[in-house]
């Protein structure tokens, strides 16, 4: 659509990174807002935010690169060239998890609590990401026979390939899952049933979504396995959907028994 937003003199507002500033605003907010019983200030949600900036830069761009080691082993300009994309979700969402679980313990903060909040903020920030996405024309889909689905990137900077050709607006789709997702969480905020309840349905949902949306990606040079049945990322999200739904469980059953 539209990667490049606006022009201030010499500086270019790019529509990714834009989106991207857009979801950690509304993030902080609303860490800043619902941390307060647990004695989060802005500081300590700005202190929590750096870290989290932490884990997804580092995992996502980790994965990015494990998704064909070979290609920038052999030719490591490709990987360094553009250090501001190329990332992997489940990665930042794999390696985001542990850091969040020590600052938590560090900070003496009930875990699977700040997970419930945690899941609302970094889902934010993620929903906008994908409109960023969309606007950069990144995470795109295969080329659409189906007019009524498709949109054209025709912006000589996009990143979307092949340009001019209708494609499946996958971005759009997950961005759609996601904001669903935070406005249930949102709702569940204060009628849960156990602590941890909110993170562990938005992995569920999204590793539902993301399965079936990612049939549809045009980036296919991202991989696959089992010989080509699933890509990379929907063999992940069976992975995240198994321990969410196992987790789920647990919590449900355990806050059975202490409620009975």
């Known amino acids: ?57 580092g995992g996502g761009k980790l994965f990015f690169f494990f998704e064909n080691p070979g290609r920038y082993i052999a030719h490591p300009s490709e990987f360094f060239s553009d250090i501001g994309s190329g990332f992997v ?40 990401g994908k409109i960023g996405c969309f606007m950069a024309g990144c995470c795109h889909g295969k080329v659409c026979s189906s007019g009524g689905w498709a949109v054209t990137f025709t912006d000589p900077a996009t990143r979307a390939e092949p340009r001019g050709l209708p494609l499946y607006p996958t971005q759009l789709w997950d961005a759609a899952i996601i904001f669903f997702t935070i406005a249930v969480m949102w709702y569940l905020l204060n009628r849960k049933q156990f602590a941890g309840q909110l993170f562990l349905l938005y992995g569920l949902v999204y590793a539902v979504g993301r399965f079936f949306t990612e049939k549809y990606r045009g980036d296919e040079e991202r991989g696959f396995v089992l010989n080509g049945l699933l890509s990379h990322s929907q063999a992940i999200a069976l992975a995240v959907f198994g321990v969410c739904a196992l987790l789920y469980f647990l919590r449900w059953r355990k806050a059975g028994k202490e409620s009975a």
């Open 1 to 57: 659509m539209h990667p490049e937003l606006f022009h201030l003199g010499g500086i270019t507002i790019y529509s990714y990174g834009f989106c991207i500033l857009l979801g950690v605003v509304a993030a902080w907010f609303f860490l800043n807002h619902y941390g307060r019983p647990y004695g989060l200030n802005s500081d300590r949600v700005s202190e929590l935010m750096l870290w989290c900036i932490v884990g997804v830069f």
């Open 89 to 128: 979700f489940y990665g930042s969402f794999l390696c985001t998890v542990p850091i969040l679980i020590w600052w938590f313990r560090r900070r003496k903060l009930p875990v699977w609590d700040m997970f419930d909040l945690a899941g609302i903020a970094g889902a934010l920030v993620h929903g906008f």
